[in-house]
């Protein structure tokens, strides 16, 4: 389905050469001379590349339809992350490079959301806070709960996240994956 400029909203996919976009913001301008026309900024949703660009003013564009599918992360075999279909029960193998750093967050059995723009997969999100247990940090000492001190913490996924002092092996964190914070022990 052909979209006009008019009709642009943020959130909403568009084709552009062939690739799709994702509209962040826009903005309608009309100078005192010349037409109209639309100032935006569009994101790449596959490399994630955030462009400013500027179209005629009722330029049309082919519609992009945005979908987000439930999915449980099973394993990883090295080269692929295996995800299964909750309502389907079907397999899905997605190359590591697609996945990039969002691996750091994937804990087996976590249900993830796999996003897709059109019949293409274009990435995964993990669920928003996982509970993990910390595999290598320094020991903290007694003493050592100055407001604001942290130290690194490896976590079961293999992520390095900054914790407070009193922090060690074997405790469960909650992270927001979001940002690699820690929220608290659990």
């Given at each position: 389905m052909a979209i006009s400029t008019a009709d642009f909203k943020n959130g909403k996919c568009i084709s552009i050469d062939g690739k799709p976009y994702l509209i962040i913001e826009f903005q309608h301008v009309k100078p005192g001379k010349g037409g109209a026309f639309v100032r935006t900024k569009v994101r790449d949703v596959r490399t994630g590349r955030v462009n400013d660009l500027t179209f005629r003013s009722g330029e049309k564009f082919d519609e992009v339809r945005m979908e987000t599918k439930e999915m449980q992360y099973l394993y990883t075999d090295g080269d692929d992350y295996h995800f299964m279909d909750m309502t389907s029960y079907d397999q899905l193998a997605i190359p590591a490079d697609v996945i990039g750093t969002t691996s750091q967050w994937?804990?087996?059995?976590?249900?993830?959301?796999?996003?897709?723009?059109?019949?293409?997969?274009?990435?995964?999100?993990?669920?928003?806070?996982?509970?993990?247990?910390?595999?290598?940090?320094?020991?903290?000492?007694?003493?050592?709960?100055?407001?604001?001190?942290t130290k690194p913490a490896v976590v079961e996924t293999g992520a390095t996240v900054s914790v407070p002092m009193f922090i060690n092996?074997?405790?469960v964190l909650k992270i927001d994956t979001r940002d690699g914070r820690y929220i608290t022990r659990v």
């Amino acid at each position: 389905m052909a979209i006009s400029t008019a009709d642009f909203k943020n959130g909403k996919c568009i084709s552009i050469d062939g690739k799709p976009y994702l509209i962040i913001e826009f903005q309608h301008v009309k100078p005192g001379k010349g037409g109209a026309f639309v100032r935006t900024k569009v994101r790449d949703v596959r490399t994630g590349r955030v462009n400013d660009l500027t179209f005629r003013s009722g330029e049309k564009f082919d519609e992009v339809r945005m979908e987000t599918k439930e999915m449980q992360y099973l394993y990883t075999d090295g080269d692929d992350y295996h995800f299964m279909d909750m309502t389907s029960y079907d397999q899905l193998a997605i190359p590591a490079d697609v996945i990039g750093t969002t691996s750091q967050w994937l804990k087996e059995n976590d249900i993830c959301l796999i996003q897709y723009a059109g019949d293409e997969m274009i990435g995964v999100e993990p669920p928003m806070f996982i509970e993990v247990e910390v595999v290598d940090t320094e020991p903290g000492f007694k003493g050592d709960t100055v407001q604001g001190g942290t130290k690194p913490a490896v976590v079961e996924t293999g992520a390095t996240v900054s914790v407070p002092m009193f922090i060690n092996v074997g405790d469960v964190l909650k992270i927001d994956t979001r940002d690699g914070r820690y929220i608290t022990r659990v």
